[in-house]
DNA sequence: ACCAATAGGTAGTGATGCGATATGTAGTGG
DNA sequence: CCACTACATATCGCATCACTACCTATTGGT
């Protein structure tokens, strides 16, 4: 993780679920594609993506179902319909969000220098 | 607060820096600064601030005075050069971290950059 | 006298990503 | 046969940190 962990917070369901939406992956592959989507920026540990899937399964985002592929079990996640209007909905958050932050941080000296 | 609560979570110290780039403020009028700065995204609640400045001002990235003024106290507070310094490093995080979400979510609801 | 706005503050709570750890399979090197 | 590594899933306790709720106090308007 290049950046501060709880950076994170708050965006981490938003990522999974637009990696998802390229297709089924099980955790692992998600983890990697997270990894390299994000330039090496993110390497989420196992701690954080299996709970986060398990929570978003329950919030009727993504299904799973098992698979067994040469005798290693794996989990495959898919999004849902609902998973999808989710995925939209943060996509709108992060725009507001990212061009609040931005404007505050990046913001040249706005003239609103009230005295 | 417009967005998600926790989605400020390991940022709201940049944004407070930021804010007081442009000078020294006390503590609501840097809440006010940063709603009208975000475009009224964030709303701050006084819970919320002033223990992050008092964390700022532990870390030594800014210092505070009391002000008397009209027989109301004011605690206004200045970046320091290390503050100055922390919030460039904010800069190059936010820079990095908003790139990795935005390429990861996809949506291309954010500028690419100025110029 | 009362009340809204201003101004500063603390305590407790809750959400959540992380580190550590456990379990198990499959393949490789010695 | 054993050690080691990569793959793969999972759980638990912890720490962080913004939030809610609450408190005190002054000023100025009604």
Redesign the pocket.
Known sequence: ?RV???A??????GLLLAVLENGPR??????EAVRTGSGGT??????????????LERAGFIE?RWHV????????YELTASGRRALGDERAVWAEFAGAVSSLLGGRTWPADAS
Request: aromatic share 8%; hydrophobic share 30%.
């Open positions: 993780m501060r962990p709880e994170l917070k708050g965006h981490l369901d099980h955790g692992y592959a998600i983890i993110f390497d989420l540990q196992t701690g954080t993506v299996y709970p986060a899937l398990h929570r799973s592929i040469g005798g290693r079990r794996r989990r495959e």
